[in-house]
């Protein structure tokens, strides 16, 4: 009898048998890297997976994209599930499923997490020449739902032609914002799982060298768990200078930070969209 031809609908989306066996090595290596847990893995879906999910990926002329432009920040982002190409959406919906939270929760030691089918500040991730995301620390709670507090944050890299002299590798800094400890070029079929809290400062701060056309691509998708306590004492995205960043810069950042706290809290108390809220902040950097 002939095998079976694999399809779309039987395909597996997430390789958990090739991951649930390295369990053990990948919860050692989350708990003991610095400068805070995460892992890199390589290859983290099936390459057909992969490639098809980078060949969907949408442009940068998409209109569908909200556009982050301000001193702090230069990226595209999209959040509406709605909106995403067929594989996309569906693998996203995949690493939102039971089935891959249960496995995220072995390989954190953090139990009880849960996923967000809103993917509030997550979901595809864009940036062109001369994008930028300066160092920060992750807003702490989920604007619509307050008792949920952030705590792992998932970014798989979707950029098959890469050149790491483009730049873009996302650097982890230490908690004191002295130094860089690690940088994770963004490869294609890379994931990097990191724990999210008010020391685990990140970003890629240089401007992108690719060339026009090009853009850096990714996937972002966060998990929560709900607090006993009820409501969480709410930490806006905390950005900070580096040691080389000069007054000034450094005086911009602040500023900006200030922004987008006050914006993210008014988010959270009315409701604003992710959209308006980069309009009025692209509008605020214009005016400086």
């Not at 442009?59 to 994209?65: N, P, Q, V």
């Not at 939102?96 to 954190?108: E, I, M, R």
């Not at 849960?114 to 992750?138: I, K, P, R, W, Y």
């Not at 982890?172 to 799982?193: G, Q, T």
């Amino acid at each position: 009898m002939a095998n079976p031809i694999l399809t779309p609908v039987t395909r597996p989306l997430f390789p958990y048998l090739r991951w649930s066996s390295q369990l053990p090595r990948l919860r050692r290596q989350f708990r003991e890297a610095q400068p805070y847990p995460h892992v890199h893995l390589k290859q983290f879906l099936d390459p057909y997976v992969a490639d098809e999910m980078a060949s969907e990926f949408p442009g940068l002329a998409t209109d569908a994209w909200t556009r982050y432009k301000h001193p702090n920040e230069n990226k595209l982002g999209l959040a509406k599930r709605s909106l995403f190409p067929p594989l996309l959406g569906d693998v996203v919906d995949e690493l939102n499923s039971p089935a891959f939270v249960h496995w995220l929760s072995q390989l954190t030691g953090i139990p009880e997490l849960l996923s967000d089918d809103m993917l509030e500040g997550g979901g595809l991730h864009q940036s062109g020449a001369g994008g930028f995301l300066n160092v920060h620390t992750d807003f702490s709670n989920h604007h619509y739902h307050k008792h949920w507090r952030r705590q792992v944050n998932l970014i798989l890299y979707l950029n098959p032609n890469w050149q790491q002299q483009w730049g873009g590798a996302l650097e982890l800094w230490d908690r004191e914002m002295r130094r860089c400890v690690v940088k994770v070029p963004p490869l294609f079929n890379e994931a990097l799982i990191f724990r999210t809290d008010d020391i685990s400062y990140h970003g890629f701060p240089d401007p992108l060298r690719c060339p026009e056309g090009e853009s850096r691509k990714s996937l972002a998708l966060y998990y929560y768990t709900i607090e006993s306590s009820g409501e969480v004492e709410a930490r806006s995205t905390n950005y900070r200078p580096r040691p080389e960043d000069g007054p000034l810069k450094s005086s911009m950042i602040w500023l900006d930070k200030q922004a987008v706290d006050l914006y993210s809290r008014a988010k959270a108390r009315f409701g604003f969209s992710d959209a308006l809220a980069s309009r009025i902040l692209g509008f605020l950097s214009r005016k400086r």
